[in-house]
């Protein structure tokens, strides 16, 4: 008489380990997208649709495989089965004999069908993009959801076609219990660190717990070069910032601290395969705030913005946008940039008809306090001070009498505390006209913030320098702008502004302290002796010299520039030209770069930072410090 051996459980205990650590990963990360979006993602349908799927066809492929063992037993070819009751049929069905033909045709097409439909639609999108600095997902939700998927499917594939062995040695349970729940662990473990933990690769630095002011230390005159740092992977130079103690230097990947007393690196952050397209210190260069683009989990673009300690390196916080589901997160406006201020990003924004300010909290992304000015306002700018964040309105109220209407060019500026929120001041600034160009910029220590505005033609003109609380140190200053004009970046302090007189291809710079006192420098002749030009090399002042920028192209593989130190002389009358001091710098090229010849843009960044001088070039892999 035919005898059936209990099939061996360790394949079916096997799939049920796997099941669990998928379907947790797969649901934690359904629900993180869902909170973040609004929405369910389409995985989410797959899986469930494929488990009622299997729920229902297991049945019929039982039922199919019962009938033809009752086919064969009624030709005669086997015993029939003896007469159960219902509670026996029933545990028949649960312990599925050794899968048949059908079995094996609704497992592997539906394994097929959903890896066809995994790869294609989810996969594909997640795997790692081509080239250096593709965007990234924000986080692990997308990884969660492709892995979890495709664990819980490929854990109902093996539940299929393996028999139902609830019964069996105990041993064999939790062996394949155990493997199946260790396999599926470590293929999330694994992906987590290859798409969150391992990308990042940083350092940091320990803090000498002094109060370093940004701006101070400058060296009263420099000679020579003194040191040069390269980047790591012989790769450009992207920007430069002061900090308290050095200067931050960004590349593709990220960004570095380099001490400005012997060009040692004290720290770095970057991100393997990321790129890093902006970078933004905060007043006082006590914070720093890396912008790389990204992906949100439908694909869509999206931005991880990275806060640092700049002393240290230490990773305060990380912001993700768009979160389009959580108007209580951080999101990214468009028009605006974000403003970093120590511990909490702010940022101006309209919605439903309203202009508002925010502050979010790095750690989360959450909002912190939100202010919102009285009355019907336009947003027309921000910035941020060391102690105030610093916003530009134009409104049509009046705040203190409550009239509307007839403002025409009246701007006004609020002050906010940048911790709470809490409005501190506001005055409104009656330009010249109402189609006046305006803008505010924070001076290069951070202490005093400027407005101005110019009209089209640039033939009126006005501005006004307010410090901490709104008060006014200066008004209507002559020339103030410096040789960039209202374009560029303002070269001012709490001490004075440097200012720019042409005279043909040549021309004198000039130092005006807010007390009254000015010094004067000869420029000598400017390259190609254009505006453009001079806007984008910005000379720095030091205390007994002005310290200018010319590139020299030659065509050679290295890229020369000539620095020149001129003294500064009281008065209007500069001192003579054949004083200054010339320094001159090779910069390395960037591999891959373009050759010198190649470019367009003759630019050279120059910075003052506690020490030295540093100067780089785009297309160059070296940062030089003059001392």
Do not use: K
Request: negative net charge; glycine residues 12%; proline residues 7%.
């Amino acid at each position: 008489m035919f005898r059936r051996v209990p099939p061996s459980p360790v394949r079916f205990w096997f799939a049920s380990g796997l099941l669990l650590p998928g379907a947790v990963t797969f649901a934690r990360a359904a629900v993180h997208v869902h909170a973040a979006t609004g929405s369910v993602p389409w995985p989410v349908h797959l899986v469930w649709v494929w488990g009622l799927f299997t729920v229902l066809a297991l049945p019929l492929v039982r039922l199919h495989e019962l009938e033809r063992l009752r086919a064969a037993a009624a030709r005669g070819e086997a015993p029939r089965a003896p007469r159960r009751s219902a509670r026996g049929r029933l545990l028949s069905l649960s312990r599925a004999l050794t899968p048949g033909r059908p079995r094996r045709v609704l497992a592997a097409t539906t394994f097929a069908v959903s890896a066809v439909v995994l790869t294609a639609l989810w996969w594909a999108p997640v795997s790692p993009a081509d080239g250096p600095g593709a965007p990234r997902f924000l986080d692990f939700s997308a990884y969660g959801l492709a892995l979890g998927a495709t664990g819980v499917l490929v854990a109902l594939c093996l539940i299929t076609l393996s028999p139902v062995a609830l019964r069996g040695p105990r041993r064999s349970r939790a062996v394949g219990a155990g493997a199946g729940l260790a396999t599926g662990a470590a293929a999330v473990a694994l992906a987590a660190a290859l798409t969150t933990v391992l990308p990042v690769e940083a350092t940091t630095a320990s803090t000498d717990g002094a109060d370093h002011d940004l701006g101070s230390e400058l060296p009263s005159t420099v000679e020579d070069v003194g040191w040069r740092w390269s980047t790591p992977d012989g790769g450009p130079v992207l920007e430069v910032a002061p900090a308290r103690t050095g200067v931050l230097v960004r590349s593709a990947e990220g960004v570095a601290l380099v001490d400005t007393s012997t060009g040692e690196e004290r720290w770095h952050y970057r991100r393997s395969g990321e790129h890093a397209v902006d970078m933004q210190t905060s007043p006082g260069g006590n914070s720093v705030m890396l912008t790389y683009p990204a992906r949100d989990v439908d694909g869509d673009p999206a931005q991880r913005l990275v806060v640092l300690e700049a002393d240290t390196g230490h990773e305060t916080g990380e912001y993700q946008s768009p979160r389009s589901a959580l108007p209580l997160h951080y999101q990214h406006q468009g028009e605006f940039t974000p403003l970093l201020h120590r511990d909490v990003l702010t940022t101006l924004r309209r919605s439903d008809g309203r202009t508002s300010v925010a502050g979010y909290v790095p750690e989360t992304g959450r909002e912190r306090w939100t202010y919102e000015p009285l009355g019907d306002c336009a947003r027309r700018g921000q910035d941020v001070t060391r102690h105030e964040v610093i916003v530009l309105l134009e409104c049509d109220m009046d705040i203190m009498t409550g009239e509307r209407g007839g403002r025409g060019a009246v701007r006004t500026l609020h002050g906010l505390v940048p911790s709470t929120g809490t409005w501190l001041w506001h005055t409104d600034v009656d330009m010249s006209s109402p189609g006046d160009d305006v803008w505010i910029h924070t001076s290069a220590d951070g202490h005093l913030f400027a407005f101005a505005w110019a009209s089209d033609g640039g033939t009126e003109s006005g501005n006004v320098l307010f410090g901490r609380n709104g008060e006014v140190v200066a008004r209507d200053l002559p020339g103030f702008g410096g040789p960039t004009g209202h374009e560029g970046d303002w070269l001012f302090t709490s001490d004075g502004y440097l200012t720019w007189d042409a005279d043909g291809d040549s021309g004198t710079y000039g130092w005006r302290g807010l007390d009254g006192g000015e010094r004067t420098a000869s420029a000598g002749e400017t390259p190609a002796g254009d505006g453009e030009r001079r806007e984008r090399i910005r000379p720095v002042p030091l205390e007994d010299a002005l310290v200018t920028a010319a590139p020299r192209t030659d065509g050679s593989a290295a890229e020369s520039i000539t620095l020149a130190v001129r003294p500064w002389t009281e008065g209007e009358e500069p001192a003579d030209d054949a004083e200054a001091t010339t320094v001159d710098v090779a910069l390395e090229p960037a591999a891959g770069g373009p050759p010198p010849d190649d470019r367009d843009e003759e630019w050279v960044s120059l910075h003052g930072v506690p020490g030295a001088v540093v100067l780089t070039r785009p297309g160059s892999s070296e940062v030089v410090g003059i001392v």
